[in-house]
């Protein structure tokens, strides 16, 4: 029964996945239609390529962004994230948006110059994670502008 799971891991993995966005020098391009066709190239020989140039990018399989920016690290458990304007300062209002439930499709070496193009928070200023580590509930907040060149696990 093992080999139906290897199976179909081996297929998504390989067949089933979606190129997001491509950093070469410091120039980022997401989310452009050129991306289809690395569709018909298998993710393992798309990743060898990428790797060899140095490329990095960031790619969707399962409905979970992943890339290839740093090392794999694991975030705490985040309860709630909030992005709002600067004069709101998280109270409740209409320019206050809770992205919760998207922010968990994210892996922790996502850049967030990402997440914030992805999610179309330009519009707001500062972002406010509520989250669960070494048994604290935590409230944060930052300026969007000063992580946009973060990781999300650079931030906790």
């Not at 050129?34 to 969707?60: A, H, R």
Request: aromatic content about 20%; some cysteine; hydrophobic content about 45%.
């Amino acid at each position: 029964m093992n080999y139906i799971f290897n199976i179909r891991k081996f297929f998504v993995n390989n067949f089933v996945y979606t190129v997001k966005a491509v950093e070469i020098n410091n120039y980022k391009l997401s989310n452009t239609y050129l991306f289809y066709i690395f569709k018909i190239i298998p993710f393992f020989l798309l990743k060898y390529l990428f790797n060899t140039f140095n490329i990095k990018y960031i790619y969707l399989i399962d409905n979970i962004y992943i890339s290839n920016y740093g090392n794999f690290r694991i975030i705490p458990i985040i309860i709630n994230v909030k992005v709002f304007d600067d004069d709101n300062i998280c109270n409740t209002s209409n320019n206050e948006t809770n992205i919760s439930i998207h922010i968990k499709n994210y892996t922790g070496n996502i850049p967030m110059w990402y997440i914030i193009q992805n999610e179309n928070l330009n519009k707001f200023q500062k972002i406010k994670f509520k989250f669960f580590s070494k048994g604290k509930m935590i409230d944060n907040i930052f300026n969007l502008t000063e992580i946009n060149n973060k990781l999300l696990y650079e931030i906790f």
